[in-house]
């Protein structure tokens, strides 16, 4: 009620008082009278009202379709319909048949009248019952920054009660305030307003307003603007920690079975990107059969794919360890070939089974979408796979900290002989903890499936970073594969905006060569008789 009193005292200004008092239809029936002053007036007029109808009949006026019958001088809506014209009542919709043509003339609309019936409409649309259509119209009023729109804008805030529009509709009358010729300190109190924004589209509003004719207007804005660039810069750089940070938790879910492996059987595994591809193959595996036969469940099918994945990865990965590293222990060059071998392998019957073309493996919806905190734009997908890194790291430290066979791959982590002197079962260890970091490998698989493409050389993008988060880290050492990754994800990130991503990625590998110059055993170097040996 208090927005419909508001929009109609609001319209009416200007308008004689017989004219506001005129019901809709009559007012309709009056609009080919005069001319388009005259015309602009009812228009206003037909807004004042109130009446929802007279959005339709203002759009149909703009349109043209709005006309006036020479039979008896009635005004129609008109609608196109063979060779001549379907008519209604404008105000009811009635069909009120058809005539032809040159039976109707327009009511006729200049540029001027469509500015007018534009600004009425935006003003009804300020005053609508849905918050959603106020906001819409509050952000639209923003973009254009019309000071036209001022009235309209202070009637909608004084009537508005949702804080989110209010917020909007005050940013929307702080941008027309700059572009009309209100004094300095409404425009100062503005530009304030638009400090506090501090967004791209706030920040070309006070770029516009120093050229100000009025030099203390000019001078305002150009501090406005230094501070807006401050205020960006510092956003500019949470985003790029946080970009680092998302980049950092894939790196580590893709690292961290490669440092376990890595640190107990000093094995170099070329294989483990292709274990990461066969946890998103899988997970691309239970969409196609939720989807086939389940479409409901697809909500839960990361859930479901998780351990799919792991057992999938894990027993491959076992089965290598079995087949193939055991007989090459001690000898890290023949286990790299011999594994960089099975990563061809590996790729290639995926191919054979899948095709060479990627999958579309899709986002669930808890997944989907994103949210801003203040000008940092956080995805979901991205925001769940940082928090998923997090478990599963967490969980890997309970295993190793709390299990016997995480005692066990401890003992013979740090000296495996004496380990095997004491009765620990090695190469059960060794095939247990292959096992556990492939399958790892493929709950990183599961995740990258969700930002990443699902192909056979899905895995080859990251075995590198892999490794240089590894070695930077400290072979063997959870918290520096954690300590790395972050590490890592957040100078590549950096880099990228001033370097490019190639360039930033050889920047770093330059940047751990030199640190492992100076500490070949990584941040957090594994202490024990075997290693200091």
């Keep these: 009620m208090l927005r419909t009193l508001a929009l109609s005292l609001l319209l009416a200004i200007g308008l004689g008082g017989a004219a506001a008092a005129q019901s809709l239809e009559e007012l309709v029936a009056a609009l080919p009278d005069g001319g388009y002053d005259d015309r602009a007036k009812i ?41 001549g014209y379907l008519i209604f009542d404008p105000v009811t919709g009635e069909s ?41 119209a509050a952000v639209t009023a923003f973009s254009t920054a019309d000071p036209e729109q001022i009235g309209a804008l202070d009637a909608a805030i004084e009537a508005e009660t949702v804080d989110k529009v209010k917020k909007a509709l005050r940013d929307a009358r702080a941008a027309s305030i700059m572009k009309s010729g209100a004094s300095l300190e409404e425009k100062q109190e503005a530009l304030d ?57 894939v790196l580590m879910l893709a690292a961290i079975g490669l440092a376990i492996s890595f640190g107990v059987m000093g094995v170099i595994n070329m294989a483990h990107g292709e274990l990461v591809m066969l946890g998103a193959y899988a997970t691309y595996m239970v969409q196609e059969v939720i989807r086939n036969s389940a479409p409901h469940l697809f909500d839960y099918s990361l859930l479901i794919a998780l351990p799919i994945a792991f057992c999938l990865s894990g027993g491959v990965g076992v089965a290598i ?85 995480g005692l066990q791959m401890r003992a013979v982590t740090q000296n495996r002989r004496m380990a095997d002197a004491m009765g620990v079962k090695t190469g059960w260890v060794d095939a247990m903890t292959f096992g556990l970091g492939a399958g790892i490998a493929g709950l990183a698989g599961v995740a990258l499936s969700q930002i990443d493409n699902v192909s056979p050389n899905l895995g080859q993008g990251y075995i590198v970073d892999s490794f240089m988060v590894v070695v930077f880290g400290g072979v063997g050492n959870l918290w520096g594969a954690l300590a790395g990754a972050f590490t890592l994800g957040v100078v590549n990130k950096f880099l990228e905006p001033y370097a490019g991503a190639v360039l930033a990625k050889v920047l770093v590998l330059v940047f751990i060569i030199l640190f492992i110059q100076r500490r070949p055993r990584g941040l957090f170097a594994l202490r024990g008789r075997a290693v200091e040996n």
């Design 43 to 83: 228009v206003r007029a037909i807004a004042a009202t109130g009446d929802p109808r007279a959005i339709g009949i203002l759009e149909a006026l703009s349109e043209g379709d709005i006309q006036q019958l020479k039979s008896d001088n009635s005004v129609v809506r008109v609608q196109k319909g063979g060779a």
């Design 96 to 136: 009120r048949g058809d005539v032809k043509r040159r039976d109707a003339d327009k009511v006729k609309v200049n540029n001027g009248l469509r500015r007018e019936i534009a600004a009425v409409l935006g003003a009804m649309t300020l005053m609508s019952d849905d918050p959603n259509k106020r906001l819409e």
């Design 193 to 249: 307003r638009l400090v506090g924004r501090g967004d791209r589209d706030a920040l070309s509003i006070i770029t516009a307003a120093t050229q100000d004719k009025d030099p203390a207007v000019a001078k305002a804005a150009a501090e406005a603007q230094e501070k807006v660039e401050r205020i960006r810069a510092m956003w500019s750089n949470a985003q790029n920690v946080w970009y680092g940070l998302s980049l950092g938790s």
């Design 321 to 405: 360890e079995r087949g193939v590293c055991r007989w090459l222990y001690g000898r890290p060059l023949e286990t790299l070939l011999a594994t960089w071998g099975v990563s061809l392998i590996l790729q290639q019957t995926v191919r054979s089974i899948f095709g060479p073309t990627n999958k579309e493996v899709g986002n669930p919806s808890w997944m989907s979408g994103a949210f801003d905190i203040g000008q940092l734009s956080v995805t979901y997908n991205r925001l769940w796979i940082f928090v998923f890194a997090l478990v599963v790291f967490g969980l890997l430290l309970l295993i190793l900290k709390k299990t016997p066979i």
